[in-house]
Each structure stands twice: as C-alpha cells, then as structure tokens.
C-alpha cells in the first residue's frame, strides 16, 4: 500500500512583555519608550520543507522551473505561484523534483475518510475486495489548471479485485465503478481550502447499462459521484474503464482571481494614482471592498475609509490627576488596515486629526491617541473612545477590549457588531484592544476585522 507523509510545521510565538504593575514602573516604562500510485513522498524533505524551502523568492513565477531558475538551491516544498503571472491570482503549489525537472502538485486540505477519493466497488463480475484510492495531492498542470487524473504519486490505495482475470489495485481520481449492475460505486472530490472549483459537465456514465450521479455543492469546490453498471462506471467524459491509471484530464477553475490589496492592483493594471478603489477579500469576485491606495506611486498602503466622522471613531486621553493639561483627542477617518489578514493597525496616525495636549505623570508630552483607546489617569474612567464601521464592509467578531494600566477601570458598550463605545481611566489606565500594553508608544498593535458585506 502506498503512503504519504503529511509534513511538519512548528512555529515561535513571541511574547509582549507586560508593563510593571506599579503606577512608578509605568512612568518609568512610558518615558523610556518615548526615548527609544506511484513511489511514496520522501518524507525527509517533506518534513522540513518550511525552512528548506523559501518563500521570499521576487517576480511571480507560474511554474516550480521558475521558482528553481531563481533559487537554484530550492527544494522540494509549497510555493506560492502566480496563474498568468499575476499577483492577484496566487496559489500553493507542491514543486516536486526540484533537483531533476521540477512538476507542480496541489495540495489536498479536506484528507478524511470520506474525501478526495475513488472507489471500485466490489461483486457482480468482479472478485476480491474493494479498491479504494485517496489521494492527498494532485498532479496539475500551472498554465491550463488541468489536473491528470492518472497521477497517483501523492496516493494510498486498499483492496484489491478482479475482472476477467485482470487486476485492479488501484483507480484514478474522480472515477467510480462496478459490475454488479447498480451504482454502487462512489468517488469524492473535494477542493475545499483551496483556491480552486471543479468546471462543471465534465463527468459522464460509461460502459455496460451504466447508472449514476455527479452532485456539485459548496460552490463547485465538491463533486460527490455515484457510478456502476455492468460493468459501468462515472468518470471524465471520453475515458474508457477508469481504473488503475488510466485516467485523463480533468478542468479546475481558479475562483479567486481579483486583486486582493493595493500593491497587486498597482501590479496588475498599473494604477499609480492615489484613490478609491475596489479590492476583493481573498481575491473572490463575490467579496468586493472600498480601500484608499495610498502611496500607489511607490510601496502601496491600504486603508480602509470610515463613513462616520466627526462624533464618531475618535479616541480620548482625558486630562486630570497625574496628568495635566487639556484632554487629548484624536479622531480618524481612514484606517490602516492589512487586506490579506483582515486587521486594523490601531497605532497608524496618518490620516487623523487631534486636539489637545497633555504631559503623562507629569512628564511625557502626549498630543494623539491610537485608534480604539480611552485613557485617564485621574482614577476614574473619564476616557472615551467610539468605533463605528457602519458604511464599510467589516465589523468586529466580538469583543475585543480590556481594561489594562495601573487600577484601570472602564466599561465597553457594544451597539452591534459594527459599534462600540468605550470608557476607560484609572490611576493610570486604559481601555483598548486586548494585549495592548502601551498606549502611548505602541507600534502595531492589532484590531481584527470579519468581512460582513
């Protein structure tokens, strides 16, 4: 039985240090900071392919011969390739053979009993036991997205039967048979997890008084086949008894195929001009939004525009206590957001305006706030803060704040989904985004957003 190796993945998470809980350790702290089929996988390579296989590689290769001809010294892994050479339509790609002539697979997500497999059905003409072959990465082709269905290096097969004195040990993707005269025969194909759909019509009931279906769900992404006869079976269209590897050539679609940030539509259509435009939430034609490309000219940033000003989406550093001068408040109008991992940089200032002006303890000059914080050090929660993203296209999956600081103390008022107000203070403390640590100097601090169209 052949066998593959799913690989290994590890990852270090830092973490943020945690300011002193003593309202000196805090100063001290602040002020600081402001001064500062076939054979089985070679399961070796496979194992470690995450740090022997870069992924910083330049340009946008659409096949794993380009991905060598960059880095002579890549191996075998997942790399990101670019259909028609454009960034708005990437995908991962296993590159096989990078040492001798390197072929591209898919990588399978849905890997499950009951997934991604075909089946010949036992009994009737046919003696022994039912042959069964999954697979977990399909051998495509990156400049047409056909797959052959033949390919079975990335598969295991059980069972084992016989017709008419020939062996089947194994059956090629998206086939279903048997010989007992019913569709007893079953096939799964599942691209869910993956950029990927099934062009439809392509399957069609073959040999002696065959019967079947091919049902299509989760938008094109899974075709469940029942197939049989006797003999009969349901395959691609043209091919004659589909088991072992005779197979053929079966028709994907890339379904993600929009661009997904400002950078790829400055690279796609050559957009230079700092706007307004239309970007799609993992490339997906049915998931547009309104960004703001700023600095199209040069490195690309995208920002999501608020609709509501003014009274809303400010924040607040309220004067008083150990903190004198008059309150500080600063209120934004775009938001620096990261298209690909759908999350605020509450920290980014560029398209803002504050009033006031403050010395925190006593000391450290304050004249704007980051997004989605209220602040006071007069030992009550006389901060404020207000987040309102009606008018775009995200909300927030739940409540994200917390009361953080020396005594802190505040309240969060959840309107929907898209509108929160808060209240934050203590001695000194804050109410803002779960984690944030320092809201005087904090860079890149994180808010998350869910697409809500």
Not at 187 to 202: E, G, H, I, K, M
Not at 250 to 278: F, I, M, V, W
Not at 424 to 429: E, I
Request: glycine share 12%; with cysteine.
């Amino acid at each position: 039985m052949r066998t593959w190796k799913k690989p290994l993945l590890s990852a270090a998470v830092a973490r943020r240090p945690r300011l002193g809980a003593g309202l000196g350790a805090l100063f001290m702290g602040l002020v600081a900071l402001s001064t500062g089929c076939g054979e089985a996988a070679e399961s070796g390579n496979e194992e470690t392919f995450s740090a022997l296989a870069p992924q910083d590689l330049q340009g946008t290769p659409v096949t794993c011969q380009q991905v060598k001809n960059a880095n002579p010294s890549a191996r075998d892994g997942e790399y990101t390739l670019y259909f028609n050479g454009y960034r708005f339509q990437p995908w991962k790609a296993w590159c096989h053979d990078m040492v001798g002539t390197p072929t591209e697979y898919l990588t399978l997500k849905q890997t499950g009993t009951t997934s991604n497999y075909s089946q010949y059905t036992v009994g009737g003409e046919t003696i022994g036991e039912t042959v069964r072959t999954t697979y977990f990465r399909l051998r495509i082709d990156p400049l047409t997205l056909r797959v052959n269905t033949a390919d079975q290096r990335f598969s295991s097969s059980t069972g084992g039967l016989y017709f008419m004195g020939s062996l089947v040990s194994s059956m090629p993707y998206a086939s279903a048979m048997s010989c007992n005269r019913s569709a007893v025969g079953a096939a799964n194909l599942d691209l869910r997890d993956t950029p990927f759909s099934v062009a439809t019509n392509q399957f069609s009931l073959g040999g002696e008084l065959p019967s079947g279906t091919s049902n299509y769900s989760q938008s094109d992404q899974v075709v469940d086949m029942l197939g049989g006869g006797w003999c009969g079976w349901n395959s691609l269209t043209g091919i004659s008894n589909p088991s072992n590897q005779n197979g053929g050539l079966l028709q994907l679609k890339l379904t993600h195929n929009k661009p997904r940030s400002c950078e790829e539509l400055k690279d796609a259509y050559g957009y230079s001009g700092d706007n307004e435009y239309t970007l799609y939430i993992n490339g997906n034609p049915n998931k547009p939004w309104q960004v703001w490309c700023r600095n199209m000219a040069g490195t690309p940033l995208d920002y999501l525009v608020l609709r509501n000003v003014g009274a809303s989406n400010y924040s607040q550093y309220t004067a008083g206590g150990a903190s004198p001068g008059i309150s500080v408040r600063t209120s934004y109008s775009r938001l620096r957001i990261d298209p690909l991992n759908l999350y605020v940089v509450i920290t980014d200032r560029t398209f803002t305006t504050s009033t006031g002006g403050l010395l925190h303890g006593n000391s450290v000059p304050v004249n704007s706030m980051p997004y989605a914080t209220a602040m006071s050090c007069d030992g009550t929660a006389s901060g404020m803060a207000n987040l309102d993203l009606r008018g775009t296209s995200f909300s927030v999956s739940s409540n994200p704040f917390a009361l953080s600081g020396y005594v802190p103390v505040g309240n969060t008022q959840v309107i929907n989904a898209q509108v929160f107000n808060l209240t934050g203070g203590g001695w000194c403390g804050w109410n803002s985004v779960y984690g944030f640590t320092d809201p005087l100097n904090g860079t890149n601090e994180h808010l998350s957003l869910v697409y809500t169209p």
